[in-house]
Nanobody, 116 residues
Framework: QVQLVESGGGLIQPGGSLRLSCGASGIIFGIFSMGWYRQVPGKQRELVAI???????KYGDSFKGRFTISRDNAQDTVYLQMNSLKPEDTAVYYC??????????WGQGTQVTVSS
């Protein structure tokens, strides 16, 4: 069974840090580009970060310098280290596995709330 399971979300104060994890099962993890996206109610899902099969990374403009994506192919896991969190980072964060243009898998999402 193909699954992407996010974890690590929660309530954090402004300026704090969180690390999200996404564990994959049922796929050959190493051949997928992995990404993190986020969505707030009433808005489109937006790109946070992508890491390719070769380890190249790409970030949305709002996240450069604050967020870091990484992957552990031995553990079939992708991470998102989030630092200097702001209230506007409050969202549901989704894990994505992408293979080419026609295979895209999504997790159920994990809520991140940044509030004092």
């Amino acid at each position: 069974q193909v699954q992407l399971v996010e974890s690590g979300g929660g309530l954090i104060q402004p300026g704090g840090s969180l690390r999200l994890s996404c564990g994959a099962s049922g796929i050959i993890f190493g051949i997928f580009s992995m990404g993190w996206y986020r969505q707030v109610p009433g808005k489109q899902r937006e790109l946070v970060a992508i890491i390719t099969t070769t380890g190249s990374t790409k970030y949305g403009d709002s996240f450069k310098g604050r967020f870091t994506i990484s992957r552990d192919n031995a553990q079939d896991t992708v991470y998102l280290q989030m630092n200097s969190l702001k209230p506007e980072d409050t969202a549901v964060y989704y894990c994505n596995a992408q293979r080419g243009t026609d295979l895209s898998l999504w997790g159920q999402g994990t809520q991140v709330t940044v509030s004092s």
